[in-house]
């Protein structure tokens, strides 16, 4: 060996060559601290929430006049054209809340999908938890379900139905169903950052879904076979009960038309499987997102 020569442990070579070609990723699904977090959902949120009426003539009112102009259609359709309507017991306050209750679904989602990509320039210049991104879409959408459900009660009070202690269980509704908003919301927005035509296939996705909700017409008005098909879906359980516990207490509830509790296990199945497969490929796929933009 010659005098100067300074030889570096094979070890210590090998830990510094790890080290320089480890993986670098972005920021994850979550981090930064509660307090952070709850802060840039509200901001993204109430920007999410301007930037959608922003230019237009009557404002925030289309939140309302949307779901109203499609429930009078509907209505009209249903109840003066094909006469299926009239044979449902306040078949218009049905329809009425089931447009909101899913149309919040669909919003939610559809907004959501693109919700990433649609920020692609804070997405590559910030470091945030990435989640705070589809869950303000789900909480924009929230928002806007509350302010339509206060017209619904106001239809309601007006139509002749009084308020009970079974309107409570609306809570453990509208929970159930920014559950399934929230995961399906994580699921989308990050299949879409690899694949841009996940929003076609879900916009065609839930039309379908709106029509195999039970939204426009009672499940038991569907054969039994098709009944048993309907309740895969989680969505159709939580519009049946919300039937029961708002608008009429004789109504058939999701246990007697689903045949039992043992048949809505495969909804209950489907409702955790959305969650937690939302979660999990959101979380996968967050550190890197910025790359995929």
């Given amino acids: 060996m010659e005098a100067g020569t300074v030889t570096m442990p094979t070890a210590e070579v090998g830990q510094e060559e790890q080290s320089e070609l480890r ?139 009084y308020p009970r202690l079974s ?27 690899r694949r841009r035509d996940t929003l076609i296939i879900w916009s065609v996705l839930s039309m379908a879904l709106f029509y195999g909700s039970a939204v426009l017409i009672p499940v038991e008005f569907a054969g039994e076979t098709l009944q048993k098909i309907m309740f895969i879906n989680p969505i159709v359980p939580i519009l049946v009960q919300t039937r029961v516990w708002m608008i009429d207490p004789n109504a058939p509830t999701a246990v007697e038309l689903a045949g039992g509790w043992a048949h809505l296990i495969p909804a209950a199945v489907v409702f955790i499987a959305v969650c937690v497969l939302g979660w999990w490929y959101f979380n996968r796929e967050a550190p890197r997102v910025a790359e995929e933009l």
């Fill in 23 to 161: 993986e670098i990723t972005g920021p994850a699904a979550l981090g930064g601290g509660r307090k952070r977090f709850l802060e840039l959902l509200v901001l993204m949120s109430v920007t999410d929430f301007k930037k959608t009426y922003f230019g237009t003539m009557l404002g925030y009112l289309w939140s309302l006049l949307r779901p109203l102009m499609l429930f009078g259609v509907l209505l009209v359709v249903f109840t003066k054209i094909l006469r299926v309507g009239s044979t449902i017991p306040n078949y218009s306050m049905f329809l009425l809340i089931n447009i909101v209750l899913f149309g919040f679904f669909q919003e939610a989602t559809m907004n959501a999908t693109q919700s990433v990509v649609a920020r692609e320039g804070i997405v590559r210049k910030t470091q945030f938890p990435r989640l705070v991104i589809p869950f303000s879409a789900t909480a924009t959408g929230l928002f806007n379900l509350l302010v339509n459900l206060i017209a619904v009660f106001g239809f309601m009070l007006a139509s002749g139905l």
């Fill in 167 to 193: 309107w409570f269980m609306l809570i453990p509704v509208i929970l159930a169903l920014t559950a399934l908003t929230a995961g399906m919301s994580m699921l989308l927005s990050a299949l879409y950052v």
